[in-house]
């Protein structure tokens, strides 16, 4: 193979990186925007500590699916894949266990505040992300990309500000209600995001984000049982 054919094979195989990664991280935020519309539904009714362990049922569920349909067809074995040593159990057990502490702070704040306000104030963890990425593993930025980055950070606080002449402490606890646990979610989220993204390089990240999912739920779980929470669903249509 000529040294333009390899040169032209890395260009295509980097542009498709980028597309996949793009399409990816749309569908990820659709989800996360669906997903926390209808927490703040079910919150409001049975609680966000509830919503919060029966949704990651549904979740676990969902990824031990495409768990049994990459490995039913394939050759690659699941064992080979699962995580080994006492350094990948013990970080996806911190994972899970920090994810975990996120999601808490994110429904309690949505139990006693609006989505609206305060989705978009989560949602800036990413630009924290690409913060701390430049300064601590020192990623490098083009101006384009860093404009772009800011625009997209300033556009989303804006959208949390509430416009009107009767209050003009727009940031204020008293007018955002949950913000400050928001607030500890956006930054736990930032320093997961980071962390997680170069824990999982190389391996079979569905494999480990399932058993990360595995190790938040059991969190959860130990939270209901410290604050004695009640799970017991009656209402049948909140099931969906």
Not at 74 to 98: C, K
Not at 108 to 119: D, E
Not at 141 to 164: C, K, N, R, W, Y
Not at 202 to 227: G, P
Request: proline share 1%; hydrophobic share 55%.
């Amino acid at each position: 193979m000529s040294v333009d054919q390899s040169a032209c094979y890395s260009d295509i195989y980097m542009n498709s990186s980028v597309v996949i990664a793009t399409i990816a991280g749309l569908c990820g935020m659709l989800g996360w925007g669906v997903g926390d519309f209808f927490a703040k539904k079910t919150i409001d009714i049975v609680g966000d500590l509830a919503t919060l362990a029966w949704a990651h049922v549904a979740g676990i569920g969902i990824l031990l699916l495409l768990c049994a349909g990459k490995f039913a067809g394939s050759t690659q074995s699941l064992s080979d894949s699962l995580p080994h040593g006492s350094h990948e159990i013990g970080g996806l057990l911190f994972f899970g266990a920090l994810q975990a502490t996120v999601y808490f702070f994110v429904y309690r704040a949505f139990a006693v505040g609006k989505v609206s306000l305060l989705n978009p104030v989560f949602s800036t963890y990413s630009g924290l992300v690409v913060i701390l990425s430049v300064v601590v593993f020192g990623e490098t930025l083009h101006i384009t990309q860093l404009l772009l980055v800011t625009a997209t950070f300033i556009g989303v606080l804006l959208m949390s500000i509430e416009f009107g002449l009767e209050n003009r402490r727009v940031f204020s606890s008293e007018n955002i209600m949950g913000l400050g646990s928001i607030v500890i979610a956006t930054l736990l989220a930032s320093v997961w995001t980071l962390l997680w993204a170069h824990f999982v390089a190389n391996k079979d990240w569905l494999v480990y984000a399932t058993v990360m999912y595995t190790a938040m739920f059991v969190t959860i779980l130990l939270i209901c049982a410290v604050q004695k929470i009640n799970l017991h669903i009656t209402d049948r249509t909140l099931w969906k």
